[in-house]
């Protein structure tokens, strides 16, 4: 196990469409978050799963956004009708506990 | 409402200079409060922790709940140090809030 993986990597899209981002945890971490990032600033939590229980999603993510994670194994992350907005660095965490998060490499999405 | 500030997005110092970087926080509750550390084409990864009340590469931090404040030092910077450090507050178990970052850049 070489630690969180996500992909692709890379997205680009034009404005509009659809995307969705994978990430595959550490194996036996039962929590798994996601999170945004644009330039300049920290990581923006989006929401969570304890296994394949959603417990938390945060206010800011529009009806557009929306997260899995079956069998409480991989996740994704669906962004519909993409805007240039949404343009950022999408992180993936998972953890054993609350107090160590292990990131992912994450996706940089480009919306044209 | 819960927030996290780091004031400075730059801090330049010299090797085998002390460095403190700054993070403030506003939470209601008891905080749990941590330091990550992306150096340069690495993933975010755990510097430390309050509650573990640790060293790590030689930096600490020290919650102070009457200034609200949980800054990161170290006494004799290091080139390998030059990284950027995000503050972050765990809230309600599940979430987390962090800070903007700050670049720690240590010049040889």
């Not at chain 1, 194994?73 to 519909?80: D, G, R, V």
């Not at chain 1, 907005?85 to 990131?103: H, I, N």
């Not at chain 2, 004799?76 to 979430?95: G, H, I, P, R, V």
């Amino acid at each position: 196990d070489t630690g969180v993986s996500q992909n692709p990597r890379h997205k680009i899209t034009k404005r509009g469409q659809n995307v969705t981002f994978r990430c595959d945890p550490i194996s036996e971490h039962n929590r798994l978050y996601w999170y945004r990032q644009t330039l300049g600033q920290g990581p923006e939590f989006l929401t969570y799963f304890q296994n394949e229980a959603q417990l938390e999603k945060s206010r800011l993510l529009s009806d557009r956004f929306s997260a899995e994670r079956p069998k409480g194994s991989f996740s994704t992350l669906e962004i519909q009708r993409t805007e240039q907005g949404d343009s950022a660095m999408y992180l993936c965490a998972s953890s054993v506990d609350s107090y160590e998060q292990y990131f992912g490499p994450g996706t940089r999405l480009t919306v044209t | 409402a819960q927030r996290v500030t780091q004031p400075e997005k730059l801090l330049s110092v010299f090797k085998g200079a002390p460095v403190e970087l700054k993070c403030n926080y506003s939470y209601s509750g008891s905080p749990e409060l941590f330091w990550y550390v992306q150096y340069s084409r690495q993933r975010l990864q755990l510097l430390l922790r309050h509650i573990s009340r640790e060293s790590i590469k030689g930096f600490t931090a020290d919650l102070n709940k009457g200034e609200t404040s949980f800054h990161l030092k170290k006494p004799f910077a290091q080139e390998e140090d030059s990284a950027m450090y995000y503050c972050a507050l765990l809230y309600n178990f599940n979430k987390f809030y962090f800070g903007s970052g700050t670049k720690l850049n240590v010049k040889p």
